[in-house]
Structures are given as structure tokens and as C-alpha cells.
């Protein structure tokens, strides 16, 4: 049955909207040419003319979108100069840097050549870059350093700028040796290399370590307590940090002992105290005497009492499978080791903001200075010091038989004149007794020639018109850098002693200072005394003089009571028997006469003490016995005798 009802009539083709998904019928292809005949695009529909389609518009948005990044492309690749090219390499490097999320990803090719293209060093983002460069290489060669290649690593770790990148290699040493414990020995055998060199950079990772000590013990860090402490301790035995800093931390550790603090202290002692008992027996002594007390009266844990046992057992082995320096790191001479002295109540400067990056506005100063420093270090480890850190090539060891046998001997002197005319020089032209020392220590001083620099020292000090601690401070660090040195101010203290009479009174009080000031740090041995005989015959007025002051220079630096304990100890009487003579009451009554009248007369308790209980000699009272016998026996008869002749 057919309905009643009308269909519609279905629209035509073009009345369908542009959106509609129904495939469309396509005409097979024709196979004769013809001409391109494209038909327009059909105009749009009243609805979207009216903007009622959201596709149409996106589309659109499309279209405008790549019409402009073809524009911008094109604009690219037209030739511009190079300060457009600088500008817009620096744009986008700015951009790279301050982009949100820590900035997106470049591939390593765009990145190089993007930085290529930045030349300015004045401009911000060419230092920028130079920091980031001088941060990974710095923290490369730290993390691959070990006891085989250290050689090696030393001379590239020179040619980065240090002294701008202190801070980086401090923090990247110091977090090398956070991770791996192990290898403590070599990063302290690295460090003491570049404090040779530059000891700024070593002084700063000293107080960095000291300042996250006492940060970690207060928090009850022992992790960290524990690597701080071992680094400490390395840096000891590589003459980098005196003792008394791992005493004190020792002290700190033991004042009120929990068990893990007696952890800490015994790992720090096994790294430290073969080096306390060669340097400091005195402190060792009295760290293991506070370890025995621990262990017979503390009450700590089984495993505490049973690490201290083991580390009394390791000092009787006398520290065989605990060395101070490791074989393979002994690559250091001592004279040229700079010991910095830092406790844990100095004043810190961590210097916190050398780890970031700051504009520095005299880049190309401060890089060609450096370049000149590192040029003088690599330099000199190339030269007399090249056998430490680099292996000779053979050439140079083929020709040294050749340069020695051309070698002209200067009978003249001459060669002995310039060495003290540089020495003069170098001491002159320093600002601080550390860049003097610094100085010295680099001059290349020919075989048995060191006693030189020690003399021409002693006379700069008394050429002054007055006395200048400068002097006395470099002999000081000289004498305690290297035993070789104090036994050569030892020996110029006797020959001076010696020679003091040729002396004018101005050069007299200079030179007693500087010795007094020798004595007064322990820079040189208190035996050097044992040369002076203090009586009428073996003194003369300049000798008087020169004692005097130096007497009164020690007493003024330390006090009279340590100068009479130093004085009456019992190891080193016999070296001052010459000063207070007890062998002779007339050399001794002249020894009381001169310390009283100097003012130090509470110096001569013991040889009044020795006058008023001496005997009477023997050979005097022999004497007086005979003549009174003779003059009983003898002479009182005859002049009885001759009374009676001559009466009337």
C-alpha cells in the first residue's frame, strides 16, 4: 500500500557544506593533454560568509601561520652583518638559558654552532658559556684523576683558569670525595699539587671543609662527619693543613664521647696518626691515652671497644697497612709543600658566591694574566720540577751529556754575585712574607748553594734602619717548610754568633731580633744556644749586647714564665750551661750580675741557690791551714827572738 506522503526532494551537490566527508566521484583521467583547467574554489556558504564555522576559521589561522614562517625563512636567509648576526645568536642563547623548565632541548651541533657565532667576550652570554665550559671541564678531569694518571691530569688541570674557577674545584673535589671515600688519597695528592702552585685555591677548600664539619657535627651527620674528617686527614699527611687541625678535631670528637663520635675520631686517627707520630708525638701520645680511658671507663657499644682495640693493635704495627702517603702519590718534594694553619675557631671564608656565574668586567685582564701564570707553572713543571708531574721525552735525555760536556766553569764569582743580587730582589720587590716565600722557594739555587739565600736573608734584616717583621716571618716559614731549611738557620745562627763583634750597634739589634724571633716560634731548635759561654773572658761588648736583646725579644714574645720552663727543662739543660754556668763561682757570679742588671734576674734563681750552698774549696782551706801553722810555728818565735835583741 502506497503512503499519501510527499517525499522531499534531495538537495543538489553544491549545496553541501566545504566540511562534508562523502567521497567525492572523480572523472577518469584523460588521456589526451589538455590544458590546466582548474576549477575555483567554490565560494564559501552563506553560513560560514556570516562566520558561523569554526573549521573555516582555523583553517584560515593555518594558512596565515605558514604564510609567515615561510616570510621569517626567507628573511633568514638574507645576508646581514655581523653585528645582526651576534645580536641574534646572543637572542637565542638568552633565550635557551631563561626559558621556563630549565630551557629545551638543542641538538649538540646547533648548540656548538650557536656558541661559535658568539665572539663578544664582554657580552654576558660569551662569559656564560666560558663558565660552563670551565665547570665541565674542571669536574671531568676531577672525576677521572686516580694514583696512575695524576701526572697527567695535573698539567690539563692547570690550563683551566683556577683562580676564577676555585670555587667549581673546590665543590667538585669535595664532592668526589663525599662519594667515594676510597679515593680520599689522590683528590688530597691533587689538592696539594695545586696549593704548590696556587695556595689560595687550597686555603679555600680548607675552610669550605672545616665550615661542613662543624655544620655536620651539629646536625648529628655522620656520613659527612665521617669524609670531612678523612679528607682533613690527608690533607695532613700531604703537608697541606698543620696538625693541630685534625687535633682538634679529634678534641671536639672525644670531649663528650656518644658512640658514634668515637667512630669518627677512631677512622680519623687511623688515617692521621702515623703522620702525629712522626711530626707531633706529644699530641699522639695524649689522643691514645684519651682512647685508653674511654675504653676502660666510657660505657660504649661492643663494636666502639672493639675498633679502639683494633686501632691500639694498628699502632703497635706501627701503621704498616695505614701509611701516611701512599707509594704511588710520594711524588712531592717537601720544599715545596705550603702547610696553611687553620682551626676550627678561625674565622671562616667559604666564599660561597665563587660557585656561580658573575659578570666579570675585566675578562681579558684577568684571563691574559692567568694565561701568564699558567705559562711560568707549566714552565717550570717542564723544567727542574718536570719529573713530578711529566715524563722527560728522550731527546732531552740524549742531549744532556752533550750540554754538560760544554759547560764553562765562571771562576770569577760572578754567577754567586747575580744569585744574591736576585735574592735581594725577590725579597724587596714583595708586598707580604707569603709572596716572598712563594718567590724564593722558585729561584733555582745551584747544589750547595742554599746557604746563600739563608745569609743574604739575615743581612737585608740588618741592613734596616730598624727592625722589620717581614724578615723574621719569611725565615720562619723557610725553617718550618723543610727541616733542610731550619738546619741551615741553625748553622747561620753559630757562624753569626760568631762573627757578631764585626757588627755596628744598629745591625746588632736587628740581627738578635730576627734570631729572637726564630726562637721565640720554635722556627729553629733552642740548642743553637748551646755556643754562647756567658763570662768575662769568652764575651766582649758586642756578644753583650746581641744576648741581651735577643734575651729580651724571646721574653717579650712568650713570657718569662715559658722562657724559664724552656730554660729548666731537664732534656735541654746541658745545651745551656754556657748561659748559666755552675762550674765556677766567678763565672757564675758574673752570669747574676748580667741577667740582673738586663732585668732578668728571676732567671738566676738557680745559680743563687748554687752560690749560697756551694762548699768552700778544699785546696783554699789547705792553704790557710798551712800558713797559720807556719806563722804559729816559725814566725812567732822569731820575732819573739828579735823583740828581745834589740831592747837596750
Not at 671536639?252 to 707520630?277: F, Q
Not at 699530641?283 to 661492643?302: G, M, P, S
Not at 730598624?466 to 748553622?491: C, P
Not at 756551694?614 to 789547705?622: F, G, V
Amino acid at each position: 500500500m502506497l503512503s499519501a506522503v510527499r517525499l522531499p526532494t534531495p538537495t543538489p551537490p553544491d549545496a553541501y557544506p566545504v566540511e562534508s566527508n562523502l567521497p567525492r566521484k572523480r572523472s577518469p583521467p584523460s588521456r589526451s593533454p589538455s590544458p590546466d583547467r582548474r576549477r575555483p574554489a567554490p565560494s564559501p556558504p552563506p553560513e560560514i560568509e556570516n562566520g558561523q564555522s569554526e573549521n573555516y576559521e582555523r583553517a584560515m589561522a593555518r594558512e596565515r601561520e605558514l604564510t609567515e614562517r615561510f616570510r621569517k625563512r626567507k628573511e633568514v636567509q638574507q645576508p646581514r652583518t655581523e653585528e645582526e648576526k651576534q645580536a641574534a645568536a646572543k637572542k637565542e642563547y638568552e633565550e635557551l638559558l631563561t626559558a621556563r623548565s630549565g630551557g629545551r632541548y638543542v641538538p649538540p651541533a646547533r648548540l656548538r654552532e650557536l656558541q661559535k657565532q658568539i665572539t663578544d667576550k664582554t657580552s654576558t652570554e660569551y662569559q656564560r658559556m666560558a663558565w660552563e665550559a670551565l665547570k665541565k671541564s674542571i669536574n671531568g678531569l676531577v672525576n677521572k684523576v686516580n694514583s696512575s694518571n695524576i701526572k697527567h691530569i695535573v698539567p690539563e688541570l692547570f690550563a683551566e683558569n683556577l683562580v676564577r674557577g676555585k670555587g667549581l674545584f673546590a665543590r667538585s673535589v669535595m664532592r668526589a670525595a663525599a662519594a667515594s671515600t676510597p679515593f680520599i688519597p689522590i683528590y688530597a695528592c691533587l689538592v696539594a699539587i695545586v696549593n704548590t702552585k696556587l695556595p689560595q685555591v687550597g686555603e679555600l677548600l680548607l675552610h669550605r671543609l672545616v665550615s661542613q664539619f662543624k655544620k655536620a657535627f651539629k646536625r648529628n651527620d655522620k656520613a659527612v662527619c665521617l669524609s670531612s674528617t678523612a679528607f682533613i686527614a690527608h690533607l695532613c699527611n700531604f703537608g697541606v693543613v698543620s696538625e693541630l687541625l685534625p687535633a682538634q678535631c679529634l678534641l671536639l670528637l672525644l670531649n663528650k664521647p656518644t658512640d658514634d663520635s668515637v667512630e669518627i675520631a677512631v677512622g680519623l686517627t687511623k688515617e692521621v696518626g702515623a703522620h702525629l707520630e712522626e711530626t707531633n708525638k706529644a699530641i699522639a701520645t695524649a689522643v691514645y691515652d684519651q682512647f685508653r680511658n674511654l675504653l676502660h671507663e666510657a660505657d660504649l657499644d661492643k663494636r666502639q671497644q672493639y675498633s679502639i682495640e683494633v686501632l691500639f693493635q694498628i699502632r703497635k704495627d706501627q701503621y704498616k697497612d695505614n701509611p701516611a702517603i701512599p707509594e704511588a702519590l710520594d711524588i712531592l718534594p717537601e720544599e715545596d709543600l705550603i702547610e696553611h694553619r687553620i682551626g676550627l675557631e678561625d674565622e671562616l671564608k667559604t666564599q660561597d658566591n665563587a660557585n656561580v656565574f658573575r659578570y666579570d668586567p675585566e675578562y681579558e685582564e684577568n684571563e691574559a694574566a692567568y694565561a701568564k701564570l699558567k705559562a711560568q707553572i707549566l714552565g717550570e713543571e717542564g723544567g727542574s720540577d718536570g719529573e713530578e708531574y711529566e715524563v722527560d721525552s728522550a731527546s732531552d735525555d740524549d742531549s744532556e751529556p752533550e750540554e754538560r760536556e760544554m759547560e764553562i766553569k765562571d771562576q770569577t764569582n760572578q754567577d754567586l754575585v747575580n744569585l744574591r743580587r736576585t735574592i735581594y730582589l725577590t725579597i724587596m720587590s714583595s708586598s707580604t712574607f707569603e709572596e716572598a716565600t712563594h718567590k724564593l722557594m722558585k729561584i733555582n739555587l745551584p747544589p750547595e748553594k742554599e746557604s746563600e739565600l739563608v745569609s743574604m736573608l739575615v743581612e737585608v734584616c740588618c741592613q734596616e734602619k730598624t727592625y722589620s717583621k717581614f724578615h723574621g716571618l719569611i725565615g720562619e716559614r723557610l725553617a718550618k717548610l723543610n727541616r733542610l731549611w731550619a738546619e741551615l738557620f741553625e748553622r747561620a745562627f753559630m757562624e753569626n754568633y760568631e762573627t757578631i763583634h764585626r757588627r755596628e750597634t744598629s745591625q746588632l739589634r736587628n740581627n738578635a731580633k730576627f734570631w729572637g724571633h726564630m726562637l721565640s716560634t720554635d722556627a729553629i731548635s733552642w740548642q743553637v744556644l748551646s755556643i754562647i759561654s756567658l763570662n768575662e773572658d769568652d764575651t766582649t761588648s758586642s756578644s753583650r749586647i746581641f744576648i741581651k736583646i735577643l734575651i729580651q725579644d724571646i721574653v717579650e714574645a712568650v713570657g718569662m714564665g715559658e722562657v724559664r720552663k724552656r730554660f729548666k727543662d731537664e732534656m735541654m739543660r746541658v745545651n745551656f750551661q754556657g748561659l748559666f754556668p755552675l762550674d765556677n763561682p766567678r763565672n757564675t757570679r758574673f752570669s747574676i750580675n748580667y741577667f740582673t742588671s738586663i732585668g732578668m734576674g728571676g732567671l738566676t734563681e738557680e745559680m743563687r741557690e748554687y752560690l749560697k750552698n756551694a762548699p768552700k774549696p778544699a785546696a783554699l782551706l789547705y792553704v790557710l791551714n798551712l800558713y797559720w801553722i807556719v806563722e804559729v810555728v816559725f814566725l812567732v818565735p822569731f820575732a819573739i827572738t828579735h823583740t828581745r835583741k834589740t831592747r837596750p
